[in-house]
Structures are given as C-alpha cells and as structure tokens.
C-alpha cells in the first residue's frame, strides 16, 4: 500500500480519537458539574435538622484532700453527676477514671499513684473499669461501720422500765391527791397492779368510810381556840387536862407559860397545818390498814370498793 495513503488513514484515525476523548472528558465534566448543583441545591421536603439539646449545666466537683466519712461521698456523687450530666466528653472508663483522678489532692493523690500510673498508658492491660476505681475509693474513705452501726442499732434498743411499772405508773397518777399521799407515805415499792390497786382500795374505803357507816359526831359546844390548837397537834384534850394547863397558864400547843396557843411560836404557817393534820391521819389510817392486811393475810373485801372492779 502507498506510504502516503497509511500516513494519511493514520492522521484520519488520530482525529477520531481525539474528538472522541474530547467529548468524553466534556461528558465528564458536564455530569460533574450537574452533580456539584444537586448538591449544592436545597433539599425540599427534608425535614430540618435539629440542633443537640443541651444537658444542665452542673458544677465540677470540689477538691477531695482524703478526709474519710461524709465528705468523701458527697466528692463522690459530685463526680458522678458531671459525668452523667456530661456523657459525650466520658466515652470510656478510663476517660471516667482520669477525671475523678483529677480532683485529688494530698493524701488521696498520693494514694492513688497506683492507679494514675495505669491510666496514662494509652491502652491499659488489663483495662481499667470505673466501677473497681468506685468500689476501691468507697473502701478506702467510705465510713464502712455506718451500715453495721445502722443495722445493729434497733437490736440495742430496749424498754427501759417493764411493762408492769408502767402501769403502776400510770394507775397511780390517776388516783385522788389523798390516796396518792397515803401511797407515799406508805413508802412501799409495788411489783404488780394488783399490789397497788389492792392498797388504793383499802384507803380509799377508810377514807370514804366504806369500811362501815360513817359514826354521827356527838353533839358538844364549841371547844376553846387553844384546845383546838392542841388536837390537831395530839389529838383531842380531856376537860381535865385543858384545865390543868389553864391554871397553869401553859399554852395548849408546847405547853409552854407566857403565851397562848394562837400567839405559839411553834404554831405552823397557815395552811400548812391542815397539811400537817391530813399527814398525821393518812398516817393513823395506814397504819391500821396495814395491821388489818396482816391480822386477815388477804385481800378482804378491799378487791372490791364503792367505785366498782379495779384494773388488773
């Protein structure tokens, strides 16, 4: 074939190719930049994206020195909660643990070297885990005995009066002024409520007179001032002994000369020598209340009274 003819199918095929590689790289670019426009373009229909709502804002944790009991778990739940209201900057325990770390101070930055020096290794082996870091500083500053003590405290607790005395207690402050000034001067210790209510029972019929009918006063004209005097001292005078004190110009109250019984120097303030009167017949009942309960060596007929059952 001639030379010339090749050179010139050659020169033809050379053109095609090139006006094919330029619409290739024109196609190219065309699809490139229809791609970069879509892009670009706003999307219509899709939904907004909506910012990340921020959590609270809380207070790092204050500086913890090593002081055990309550200040170490309130620096505790400090750590805690920033951690929890700051999740995305603690991805992992080790991220946890350095923050807690952080915060220590003195004795209890020292003592926690051991684990400072595991985590500044960028991969720990074994990994560290919050939860031990958690377990092992509650162990450390934790007051460990406030559970126990918590826990034994309600099986110290014990009454400290029986059930018993404290219904004599009560039993007794629930009777009348006489009767409990009769219980006093009786000086007795009662064990039991039947004790107590069996002896109340007694004074009480003596005092009420339910041992018998009340006995009439005979009729007599007014005694003398100084006789009455005497009688709440010693009981009543004889006529023969009010007049051997008159004629010996003695007073009937210390049956000393020189005064009368209503100018005595021993003569009490007013009002307490009905006091005194009211003792001295608690007294005499009593007494006899007492030598009645041991001539009969029972409970007679005083477990029962004008005022019904007693409470037993």
């Given at each position: 074939m001639d030379p010339a003819a090749l050179?010139?199918?050659?020169a033809d095929l050379m053109a095609v190719v090139n006006e094919e590689r330029a619409l290739r790289r024109q196609a190219e670019a065309e699809h490139q930049e229809a791609e970069e426009a879509q892009a670009q373009a706003p999307q219509v229909g899709a939904p907004a994206v909506q910012p990340a709502a921020r959590g609270p804002k809380v207070a790092v944790p204050d500086k913890f020195d090593g002081v055990r009991g309550t200040k170490a778990e309130v620096f505790a739940g400090q750590v805690n909660l920033y951690m929890a209201a700051n999740p995305t900057a603690f991805p992992d325990d080790r991220a946890r643990i350095i923050f807690a770390l952080s915060y220590l101070t003195g004795q209890a930055s020292a003592r926690a070297q051991p684990w400072m020096l595991r985590t500044c290794v960028p991969v720990p082996d074994p990994p560290v885990v919050y939860h031990?870091?958690?377990t092992a500083f509650g162990a450390m500053y934790y007051d460990t005995e406030m559970k126990t003590k918590a826990e034994r405290a309600p099986r110290?607790?014990?009454?400290?009066?029986?059930?018993?005395a404290t219904l004599v207690s009560h039993y007794t402050q629930g009777l009348k002024r006489d009767i409990r000034l009769a219980l006093v001067l009786a000086q007795t210790t009662f064990a039991t409520l039947h004790e107590v209510s069996n002896l109340a029972?007694?004074?009480?019929n003596e005092i009420g007179g339910a041992e018998g009918p009340a006995e009439v006063p005979p009729t007599t004209a007014p005694a003398d001032p100084n006789a009455m005097d005497l009688s709440a001292m010693r009981g009543s005078l004889s006529s023969v002994e009010r007049t051997t004190l008159m004629r010996k110009g003695q007073c009937f109250r210390c049956e000393k000369k020189g005064h009368i019984a209503r100018d005595c120097p021993?003569?009490?303030?007013?009002?307490?020598?009905?006091?005194?009167?009211?003792?001295s017949e608690l007294e005499g009942q009593l007494q006899r209340l007492t030598l009645d309960q041991g001539?009969?060596?029972g409970d007679g007929r005083a477990d029962q009274s004008k005022n019904g059952d007693a409470w037993v």
């Open positions: 050179q010139q199918q050659l031990n870091f958690a110290l607790l014990k009454q400290t009066r029986s059930e018993e029972l007694k004074i009480d021993d003569k009490p303030e007013k009002g307490k020598d009905k006091l005194a009167i009211r003792i001539t009969s060596g």
